[in-house]
């Protein structure tokens, strides 16, 4: 089984709708990330979260929204989708020793 | 202002050897990661360097130079498998901990 699962993988919204992002891991890091990648882009920092009580803005943390509902659950919400918020979204997981784990990435698009 | 520079494409024959660059400006050092990502696919780890010098692992090997701001990703004994974007990540110690390069593109051909 999969440590780090993203669902939906594939997802095509509307603007103007609100969406929801999941993400689970089980390999018991405290610290989980939101990215997304655009083509020809690296990855952009959405989110982050060192541990449940902890969240923090990425670089890019404008029309999005997070939640980290346990250890093993951290969620991306668009609020109200736009379609320059067509992209590929990754969660990953870190260790204390900087290495991350990503999940297998959902494609968004908002139409 | 933190900053990482890569190559945006290679292209290299099966069998033979490529050197991808990395040079980075970040506020601090904690390390430096290269991640192989396959069209369409997650990021997974390839090597970790926080010292000088050069860590082997097989055909791919890393080197570093931290007084240069400066790493390459040395893969060998090419393999048509091995066309994938390569991401450079450096660990500072400021808010964000990881900041990812845009990735260099490599196209292995027969």
């Known amino acids: 089984d999969a440590d780090v699962t993203q669902t939906p993988r594939n997802r095509i919204t509307k603007t103007g709708k609100r969406i929801m992002l999941e993400c689970s891991q089980t390999?018991?890091?405290?610290?989980m990330y939101w990215y997304r990648q655009d083509p020809g882009l690296g990855l952009q920092l959405i989110y982050y979260s060192f541990d449940v009580k902890d969240i923090n803005k990425g670089e890019i943390s404008d029309g999005y929204s997070v939640s980290r509902q346990a250890q093993a659950k951290f969620s991306l919400s668009l609020e109200s989708a736009i379609p320059n918020q067509t992209a590929l979204y990754f969660c990953?997981?870190?260790?204390?020793?900087?290495?991350?784990?990503f999940g297998p990435g959902t494609r968004l698009t908002v139409l | 202002g933190q900053n990482i520079d890569q190559p945006t494409e290679m292209t290299a024959t099966e069998g033979a050897i490529v050197q991808i660059n990395c040079t980075y400006q970040t506020s601090g050092f904690n390390g430096l990661f290269w991640y192989q990502q396959h069209a369409g696919e997650a990021p997974t780890f390839l090597s970790y360097n926080v010292l000088d010098g050069l860590e082997e692992k097989g055909r791919f090997s890393s080197f570093l130079s931290r007084s240069k701001g400066y790493s390459y990703l040395l893969l060998k004994e090419l393999q048509m498998k091995d066309s994938a974007s390569y991401l450079c990540?450096?660990?500072?110690?400021?808010?964000?901990?990881?900041?990812f390069g845009a990735g260099t593109r490599l196209f292995v051909k027969a």
């Open positions: 990953a997981t870190e260790t204390e020793y900087n290495e991350q784990f």
């Open positions: 990540a450096v660990v500072n110690t400021g808010g964000f901990k990881t900041i």
């Open positions: 390999k018991g890091h405290d610290r």
